[in-house]
């Protein structure tokens, strides 16, 4: 009889086991078998599908993941169940673009559309097809996402985010509030939702420290962004390789910092102090006669060579039937010469100039400008102040500064590059 009892009670565990294996613990995924030799997990883990090799229907739209050239392996997330699929692919798998013609490889990258078609039993793809029944914008830098709406705005349209929407940073698998405001972007969807989001050039952030020598004063990153520096500042910039300069008081230097995305890059300000106090011998010329070039309050001869301290100076030039423009020109290289180009006063119409340079001068200004070496100014020209997310905008006891008017467009122009 104790036995009997026993043989019913492990009866029972064995029979309860399964039940409690199924209770315990949903999986995160169902096992997608995508060939005869691979498998992988779905990222859908309240997936109730049963899915087996080949259930999904061949026009449904995937997005690709990865693509292995040395395994010849295809990993696919189907935008219908959440599921992700691994497939092998041979030199008879045929790549074809939305329009059916042949394709290289190398054009299907990380978070294209595509349909395949005519499986082979064997569970070797034997076409990958673009989607022509979805869109995708390239450089979608005006945007924004609200994920407690499951809404996304590009430029003025809205459009809607799903639980299958899936994001890639470069070639890995990310997350949506991993997107960053000044991340740009590939995205693609079909009608109003989004199937994929890419980050195609992300962001990093650059973190000064010991900045005791340079507190207050502006630094330069690469040729477009200008900021006031304090200890401690954090901004946030595109991923790549930057010249950090600054220049105070005598002290300054450069030297090149490279981004990296999502990741803190620390500049020690110490670096860039350099031996000092450094000079530069500064000088003006212009083609407009009798144009008065007014330096911290003084006034120089066109031509006159000055020797001046690295660091901010104040700029001012005047000129009879010219408009007039102040100028904040930030020294830091042993010698500089900046040709003025004045623009004519013209009422009917708002600062229009352009700016030029050479060598590896930077300047900012409503005027036509051209410097050498590493002299870099910025100015007002007496408009109305405009600033971005990148400037600090300061008010001048003579002048109200704008250090980044129009400052996409002059600095293109000006720098033509980073």
């Known amino acids: 009889m104790r036995w009997k009892a026993m043989k019913r009670s492990w009866l029972a ?107 082979a039993t064997s569970g070797v793809l034997t076409e990958v097809r673009m989607s022509d029944s979805t869109w995708t914008n390239e450089e979608v830098t005006n945007y924004s996402i609200d994920q407690s709406r499951n809404l996304m705005t590009i430029g003025s349209t809205n459009y809607k985010l799903t639980d299958k929407t899936v994001t890639f940073s470069g070639d890995t698998v990310s997350a949506l509030d991993l997107v960053g405001a000044n991340d740009t972007l590939r995205v693609t969807g079909v009608d109003k939702t989004i199937l994929s989001v890419v980050v195609t050039t992300g962001c990093g952030t650059i973190k000064f420290m010991n900045t005791e020598v340079f507190d207050g004063s502006m630094i330069q990153i690469g040729s477009r962004i200008f900021t006031r520096v304090s200890d401690g500042l954090v901004i946030e910039v595109p991923e790549g390789t930057y010249t950090v300069t600054a220049a105070n008081d005598g002290w300054g ?130 408009t109305t102040n405009n600033t971005n997310s990148n400037s600090s905008t300061m008010n001048n006891s003579n002048s109200d500064v704008d250090y980044l008017t129009t400052l996409s467009s002059t600095l293109s122009s000006l720098l033509g590059s980073d």
Request: with cysteine.
């Open 253 to 382: 230097g450069s030297a090149e910092y490279t981004v990296t995305r999502n990741v803190e890059t620390v500049v020690n300000m110490e670096d860039l102090k350099g031996e000092g106090p450094q000079y530069c011998e500064l000088s003006f010329t212009t083609s407009v006669a009798g144009a008065s070039i007014y330096l911290d309050g003084s006034q120089m001869a066109v031509g006159e060579v000055r020797q001046v301290t690295y660091g901010e100076h104040t700029l001012q030039v005047v000129a009879e039937g010219y408009e007039s423009w102040n100028k904040t020109l930030y020294v830091n290289s042993a010698k500089a010469e900046i040709v003025l180009e004045l623009s004519e006063e013209d009422t009917t119409s708002t600062d229009s100039s352009t700016s030029s340079s050479s060598s590896s001068s930077s300047s900012s200004s409503s005027s036509n400008t051209s410097s050498s070496n590493n002299s870099s100014s910025t100015s007002s020209s007496n």
């Open 13 to 119: 565990l064995l029979l309860m086991l399964p039940i409690l294996l199924t209770a315990c613990g949903k999986a995160e995924g169902e096992l997608v078998v995508g060939g005869d030799n691979t498998a992988t997990e779905s990222k859908t883990s309240d997936s109730e599908d049963t899915d087996t090799e080949g259930s999904d229907a061949d026009d449904v739209v995937y997005i690709i993941e990865a693509m292995d050239t040395q395994e010849e392996t295809l990993t696919l997330y189907s935008t219908a169940t959440g599921n992700i699929f691994r497939y092998p692919y041979n030199l008879v798998t045929r790549f074809l673009d939305s329009y059916g013609n042949s394709s290289a490889w190398s054009n299907f990258t990380v978070g294209t559309p595509v349909e395949i078609t005519n499986r």
